[in-house]
């Protein structure tokens, strides 16, 4: 039986072209690749004998227990998804899917991109679209100010750019 966890506000159901294929891709590796593997290492182990000592059939188990969860909140979680692929009509307006430069009060650049809760990567500058910072953002324009509560405090930004990329 799992952890219980309290319930929050459930993930926003939006993801973009790319993040899709990349969900996808890794449920399809699971499935077809990796769990075939490890169900061999599994039976091989097996055929060993004693498996209450058998530590490569310990952990060849632990490892497919671990393989079925991620399969099946990617499959879960990928039928619920809303893919965009669309641009929206108005581009001079921040949406999800939008890249965004932003300068702060001291004129430091930073750039980010309104991505679904899934496809978050800050190495990339992919925040989610349930994010503080994306929903201050949402429907702004171009040289519009942007208040901002983080836990280091306040902070005010100026959108300098919005741009959108077709998948």
């Known amino acids: 039986m799992g952890r219980w966890r309290p319930t929050g506000k459930p993930a926003s159901k939006y993801i973009t072209a790319e993040g899709y294929r990349k969900l996808n891709d890794e449920l399809q ?3 077809k690749v990796k769990r075939p593997e490890v169900t061999q290492a599994v039976q091989e182990a097996a055929a060993q004998g004693d498996r209450s000592e058998n530590a490569e059939y310990i952990y060849g188990k632990k490892q497919l227990r671990e393989i079925d ?7 879960k979680r990928l039928d619920d998804m809303t893919v965009v692929e669309r641009l929206p009509e108005d581009q001079s ?3 999800f899917g ?7 009060e001291q004129g430091d650049l930073e750039t980010y991109r309104l991505v ?6 800050t190495e990339r500058g992919y ?7 994306a929903r201050a953002l949402l429907k ?5 100010e942007v208040e901002v509560r983080t836990p280091a ?3 005010c930004l100026f959108i300098n750019r919005i741009w959108y990329v077709e998948a």
């Open 29 to 31: 590796y699971l499935w």
């Open 69 to 75: 969860r991620r399969v099946r909140f990617l499959s």
């Open 93 to 95: 307006r921040v949406f």
């Open 98 to 104: 939008a890249w965004v430069e932003l300068e702060n």
């Open 116 to 121: 679904g809760p899934d496809e978050t990567d």
């Open 127 to 133: 925040i989610s679209i349930d994010a503080p910072l």
């Open 140 to 144: 702004k324009q171009v040289e519009d």
């Open 153 to 155: 405090g306040e902070r």
